[in-house]
């Protein structure tokens, strides 16, 4: 089977889903405009290339998620909540945020690859933060961006793109307030898109790509009505351990 090459214009249909292949692998070519990227992250679907190649674009099966209300806080992380100087915020440093996640030997959603947040996908996804739709999670410890989070929100989706930590615990920090506010907001899930051990430690769990889309027709569809478009602000009683 041969891959589908997208053309130049963000209109260009996407392959059916089920058309990846066994790595998860659905098309190449195309751009990073925003209404080509929305339209991938409603179907399932994500850039992930390293910039001597073309785009491509990938939708694996199995998924992995993480349920909003499922998050996993061990003893040790506990400890981190109730005694840290940390602090965070939402989308004060997104810029910043997406270029510590484009270092080496990060550590979050993609814990095996930096190369591949390279400058066309770093102005892509600020475009998108600039539009209301990609929002960062921030840690700070003494001033000091320390850890952090970005993803890109529709409806009642969140997915979830890179994460990184300076300091220990500071990126599962970020993951707890991301998640018990997405919670108050009434969103039930983080896309997480490949397994690691990492996020799978904090709940994450594997479901099939046919599922996942499922959940998504409903939540970035019939969720519009509760779309949290524009720059985000955390609860200022949260972390929290609830």
């Given at each position: 089977?041969?891959?589908?090459?997208?053309?130049?214009?963000?209109?260009d249909?996407?392959?059916?889903?089920?058309?990846?292949?066994?790595?998860?692998?659905?098309?190449?070519?195309?751009?990073?405009?925003?209404?080509?990227?929305?339209?991938?992250?409603?179907?399932?679907?994500?850039?992930?290339?390293?910039?001597?190649?073309?785009?491509l674009?990938?939708?694996?099966?199995?998924?992995?998620?993480?349920?909003?209300?499922?998050?996993?806080?061990?003893?040790?992380?506990?400890?981190?909540?109730?005694?840290?100087?940390?602090?965070?915020?939402?989308?004060?440093?997104?810029?910043?945020?997406?270029?510590?996640?484009?270092?080496?030997?990060?550590?979050?959603?993609?814990?095996?690859?930096?190369?591949?947040?390279?400058?066309?996908?770093?102005?892509?996804?600020?475009?998108?933060?600039?539009?209301?739709?990609?929002?960062?999670?921030?840690?700070?410890?003494?001033?000091?961006?320390?850890?952090?989070?970005?993803?890109?929100?529709?409806?009642?989706?969140?997915?979830?793109?890179?994460?990184?930590?300076?300091?220990?615990?500071?990126?599962?920090?970020?993951?707890?307030?991301?998640?018990?506010?997405?919670?108050?907001?009434?969103?039930?899930?983080?896309?997480?898109?490949?397994?690691s051990?990492?996020?799978?430690?904090?709940?994450?769990?594997?479901?099939?790509?046919?599922?996942?889309?499922?959940?998504?027709?409903?939540?970035?569809?019939?969720?519009?009505?509760?779309?949290?478009?524009?720059?985000?602000?955390?609860?200022?009683?949260?972390?929290?351990?609830?």
């Amino acid at each position: 089977m041969a891959i589908t090459w997208l053309g130049s214009h963000d209109n260009d249909l996407f392959p059916p889903v089920d058309q990846a292949f066994d790595d998860g692998l659905l098309a190449a070519g195309g751009d990073l405009s925003p209404t080509r990227l929305l339209n991938a992250y409603r179907q399932g679907i994500f850039p992930w290339f390293n910039k001597q190649n073309p785009i491509l674009w990938w939708s694996p099966d199995p998924r992995l998620i993480l349920w909003t209300d499922q998050l996993k806080l061990s003893k040790s992380l506990k400890k981190t909540i109730r005694t840290t100087a940390m602090t965070i915020s939402f989308d004060q440093a997104f810029n910043q945020v997406i270029t510590a996640c484009s270092q080496p030997r990060q550590q979050g959603l993609d814990p095996d690859n930096s190369t591949w947040i390279h400058p066309d996908m770093i102005a892509a996804y600020n475009e998108l933060h600039e539009q209301g739709h990609a929002h960062s999670v921030e840690c700070w410890l003494d001033g000091q961006l320390v850890g952090g989070l970005y993803g890109i929100a529709i409806g009642q989706a969140f997915f979830g793109e890179s994460m990184f930590s300076r300091v220990t615990d500071s990126s599962k920090l970020a993951l707890v307030a991301l998640c018990q506010q997405l919670q108050r907001w009434k969103f039930p899930l983080i896309d997480c898109q490949i397994y690691s051990e990492h996020l799978a430690s904090l709940g994450a769990q594997e479901i099939s790509r046919s599922h996942f889309i499922e959940h998504l027709d409903k939540l970035c569809d019939e969720g519009l009505s509760l779309n949290k478009s524009g720059l985000w602000q955390l609860d200022p009683d949260l972390p929290a351990i609830l």
